[in-house]
């Protein structure tokens, strides 16, 4: 680190223990936002602010400003019908408890800065710390608590919440994600009414589905893109989780975070310490769009693995060729991947099986030896084929999961979950089962088989970790009988811990979160992932809907997104191929078909738009996004657009969404630019005869943010190839004064 670097770090110390010199305040800040609280010792930690950067005299005067002045982490029992975010059973049976300050400690390390707050029940010997981390390049905070007993016995935890917020009433509304498999990040929009607001999940071991672990807080009504003050908070956690918004008759609206307490009691014994997963938290004056960039830099920068190296363009096999995999045929769609300029190319499921046979989804699941049916020469001809063609190779694995029909299953009756003494429900195709990560040995398992597979072949550059399971008939076959409730919790704790090992083995690996499609999309799975799966829907319409919903937390970087096959496999949409080019082109750009079945228009487009995706992909990987016309709007568009964060640069994506005779469309602003730069627009992935009419024509920043451009609503192209849903992706550069 330099010196200014040094220096920008001990002023961050300085500013962080000024205020415990003056006994009770803790001002915690990033950059541009404060999150001030108050400690007196021997009292319960207060909430007084949390909004945008604020200095000591506004401090001061915040009491009389009206700031709210609310529990920050209250225990159950001294006013039961209070929102609390922890209850325990003490070991004599108390339910009751009430935290008090004990210390605040300071601890800066590692490019962050700790802030521990201390507390403890004032009756019984059980700790509370309020932990806040914070980073000095990033607008996001984290919070979490940890917790520790010391008394006689155990303690049981019925509820532990990550966090609680208090939220002062008004015209707030609240923007969250549903959906299903396929159908994954639907965006809600809703104003807090009276009563609970709750969004979970008690999957079991996928959990953004059905729902998403986050939500915005729009505190001027209606949520906005570029306006208005916004709360952003992200829970960190593979596992169940439940959000709630408590609103009764007093002044706040309370959100509560935390991992979901259903059937999840845990006993917590003496000298045990229980940590809660983080919520990633920030607050922006500038609407969703501020908040949605905020995460995106805090989650390149500090949580993503690899988040600051550029994602290659891959080809998926899965679409292409399902289970039917063979050498010549992988051989000949890794060249055919070559030409269409595609840098890695991943082998999906069905390449293993040995006693039993990969040839559909209900059998030989946990045995990782290569079918040598399939592929006589193994894995390692593939790969040395693949790197003769010029491309790297990567491998689909589901480590968590056997299939009763296999010898994993056979050799470990005990080693996959269900519940004592009753009979297995088994998942997808009637056959998968969970194994059982509470338990060490089946860890071991785990890590043992990944390592393995990536040894034997080495050249194995890439990992798509598939997860196609839910827990059913709960139970633990490891787990003591008065600890099943452990279950939930445990597994995932054990499925941290088989990332981590995975991960120090193999630093360099670039990995796919993959969950049936989009059940992985979290933070507290992508620490130790590359990119996540965003829907096993690859239907170009409705992955507009699905990843604009998904960037509302998520950075392009990460988020698959492939061109497939017309008619689409999920919807049976047929899709002209510049659409299903130009959505896939707005993420991390790859392709899910059989490129031998392509046509020469879709072949030429796909290589079209991979060769202009590798000149701009640092723009859209790494630059600041800029929702600009919503699809949930109706009104026959969805636009975007990233731009560089020098400003030099930008990538702009405009889509139409519906077609009706004389419909007339909204002209788009842009925005993000330097209002006085100057900036050529090229169009990406062009298949019209004529160029548009501002092909190469030069704008200010100014200009393209106050008026925008008028895009042409159909392709120029013969009336063969015209289709009703047109696309346009745009290319804008800064010309610098020679």
Known sequence: MNIRGKLSVLLLVFIYHMPYIYGKTVHICTPSTSLVLEAKKGEELKYVYYGTRIGDTDIQGLGPAGSPYACA????????????????????????????????????????????????????????????????????????????????????????????IPIHIGNVWVCHMSGGWANEARIVEEPLQPGVLTVRNK???????????????????????????????????????ALDVDTYTGRYHYFRAGINPDNSSYRLDSGRRFVTPPVAMTFSMDGKGGVSRNFHRWGRNHVLCHGNSPRKVLLNSWEGVYFDINEPGIVSMMNDAASLGVELFVLDDGWFGGKYQRSDDTKAL????????????????????????????????????????????????????????RAIVPGRGGAQVVLDFSNPRVRDYAVGAVDRIIRENP??????????????????????????????????????????????????????????????????????????????????????????????????????????????HQTCRSMPIKYRADVAMSGRLGIELQPDKMTEEEYAVCRNA???????????????????????????????????????????????????????????RM??????????????????????PFEGKSYSGSFLMNNGLDIPYRHDVEASRKNELSSRVLHLKKIHAK
């Not at 996928?206 to 306006?227: C, H, I, V, W, Y």
């Not at 925005?671 to 548009?692: C, F, H, K, P, S």
Request: charged fraction near 25%.
């Open 203 to 241: 999957e079991g071991i996928r959990n953004s589905q059905t729902s998403r672990a986050e939500m915005m807080f729009s505190l001027d009504g209606k949520p906005q893109e570029e306006n208005g003050a916004t709360i952003g908070a992200a829970l960190c956690y593979s596992g169940n989780y």
């Open 366 to 421: 946990g045995d990782w030896v290569t079918d040598r049916h399939k592929l006589p020469n193994g894995l390692k001809a593939l790969i040395d084929s693949a790197h003769a063609s010029g491309i790297g190779f990567g491998l689909w694995i589901e480590p968590e999961m056997a299939d009763i029909s296999s010898e994993l299953y056979e050799k470990h009756p005990d080693w996959i979950i269900k519940a004592p003494g």
């Open 459 to 568: 050249g194995i550059e890439y990992i798509k970790w598939d997860s196609n399971s839910g827990i059913y008939m709960h139970g633990s076959q490891y787990l003591a009988r008065d600890r099943q409730s452990h279950l939930y919790i445990d597994w995932h704790n054990g499925f941290r811990e088989v990332l981590e090992r995975v991960r120090e083995k193999h630093p360099d690996i670039v990995m796919q979160a993959c969950g049936g499609g989009g059940g992985r999309v979290n933070w507290g799975v992508l620490k130790y992932f590359d990119e996540f799966w965003t829907s096993d829907n690859t239907d170009a319409l409705q992955r507009v809907y699905m990843q604009w919903g998904t960037s509302h937390f998520y950075p392009a970087i990460a988020m698959g997104a492939h061109i497939s096959a017309s008619p689409n």
């Open 73 to 164: 982490y209250a225990g159950y029992g001294k006013y039961p019908d209070e929102v609390t975010p922890l209850s325990v059973i003490h070991s004599d049976g108390n339910m009751t408890t009430r935290l008090v300050v004990r210390d605040v400690e300071v601890d800066n390390a590692g490019g962050s800065v700790l802030t521990r707050i201390k507390t403890s029940d004032d009756v019984y010997p059980f700790d509370v710390d309020v932990c806040y981390r914070t980073y000095e390049d990033s607008d996001v905070l984290e919070t979490w608590t940890e917790i520790t007993s010391r008394e006689k016995g155990y303690v049981t935890l019925t509820r532990y919440d990550s966090a609680c």
């Open 610 to 668: 991979v060769k202009d995706y590798r000149d701009v992909r640092e723009v859209i990987q790494f630059g600041d996004l800029y929702r600009l016309k919503s699809p949930y709007d109706r009104q026959g568009i969805a636009s975007l657009m990233y731009v560089s964060p020098g400003k030099d640069e930008a990538v702009f994506f405009w889509y139409r969404t519906e077609v009706f005779a004389g419909q007339i469309l909204p002209v788009v």
């Open 671 to 692: 925005a993000g630019l330097e209002a006085d730069g100057m900036y050529t627009v090229t169009e990406l992935n062009r298949i019209d005869d004529t160029a548009l």
